[in-house]
């Protein structure tokens, strides 16, 4: 079944330290993420797409307002909660892409003969079948992501969190990957929330695109209906106004947090 999530006042606020003040990346965050809905989160770097990924994730707590996925306060990380990140460095070096992607079952005590084929047919998912028994050095960058969306499907989340992980791809794979998630989304029906920087990305993926405002106190300025047909892959008319409209929502938000700001 896939949950919802829902955003109410969030706001975070890094304490600082020593030499740091402290910094209100979000405030007043209202999102309400549907149920197998493909949500994507657009903003220009440093806005505070991570930090809010991150309180849905549970990696860290909002200093007021709440955070829920089906109706519950979400108070830590949680196996409901698959996490893909922008990093490769998030694979474990020493062990086999087989080995990484087993990891969640394994530590969750479930026997070989158990997770075996869960494990096999992700990796058929994501078309790494045939470099099962490599080391993530022997991978290109587009493959360790691969084992990375193969991990989090392992653990059959109802949730899917994605924080920019095609970002560091050339431009070919990024192609390739974002029809990859987008067929194994349209298998799986699971709610994902999509974190990028990119238009052209979210408008391949989502069904929503949230524009996320500038920072300091950050927050979803307005939400976009994707009503193209899938598979998107073809630049149409409807596709550059979407385009068109998106840019302009972000071009509009970074003169106005220009005005705002110091000197
Ligand atoms: P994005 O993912 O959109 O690039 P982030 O969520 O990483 O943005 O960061 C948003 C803002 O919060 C940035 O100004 C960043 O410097 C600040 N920030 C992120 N993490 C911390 C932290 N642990 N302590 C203080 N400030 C932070
Ligand atoms: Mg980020």
């Known amino acids: 079944m896939a949950l919802s999530i829902h ?14 003040p402290p ?10 993420v549907r149920g197998g809905e493909f949500f994507c989160l657009l903003g220009p770097s440093g806005c505070g797409k991570t930090t809010l990924l991150n309180l849905i994730a549970g990696f860290e707590r909002p ?12 108070t830590g990380p949680d196996r409901q909660r698959g996490v893909v990140f922008q990093t490769e460095r998030a694979l474990f070096d020493w062990l086999t892409v087989e080995e990484n992607v087993a990891f969640g079952p394994k530590i969750r005590g479930i026997s070989r003969s158990e997770w075996n084929d869960n494990v096999r047919e ?3 998912l994501v078309g790494l079948d045939k470099h099962r028994a490599k080391l993530p050095r022997e991978l290109s960058g587009g493959m360790k992501q691969r084992v990375q969306i193969a991990r989090v499907l392992a653990n059959d989340p ?6 920019e992980p095609f970002a560091a791809l050339d431009a070919y794979t990024r192609g390739k990957m974002q029809q990859e998630i987008s067929r194994i989304w349209e298998n799986m029906r699971r709610t994902v929330v999509f974190v990028t920087h990119d238009i052209t990305e979210a408008i391949w993926l989502a069904d929503r695109i949230g524009i996320m405002t500038q920072g300091p106190r950050s927050f979803i300025r307005e939400i976009y209906e994707v009503n193209l047909p899938r598979p998107r892959r073809n630049m149409t008319k409807e596709f550059s106004d979407l385009f068109n409209t998106l840019s302009a929502a972000i071009d509009a938000e970074a003169g106005h ?3 705002e700001g110091p000197a």
Do not use: F
Not at 7 to 18: D, H, K, L, N, V
Not at 69 to 74: F, K, L, Q, Y
């Open 23 to 32: 910094y209100m990346a979000l405030e007043n965050i209202n999102l309400e």
């Open 257 to 259: 947090a220009r005005d």
């Open 63 to 74: 200093t007021q307002g709440s955070v829920k996925a089906a109706g519950r306060t979400i």
């Open 7 to 20: 955003i109410e006042g969030a706001q975070m606020r890094y304490p600082g330290g020593r030499e740091r």
């Open 122 to 124: 992700k990796l058929h």
């Open 158 to 163: 109802e949730i899917m969190l994605m924080d």
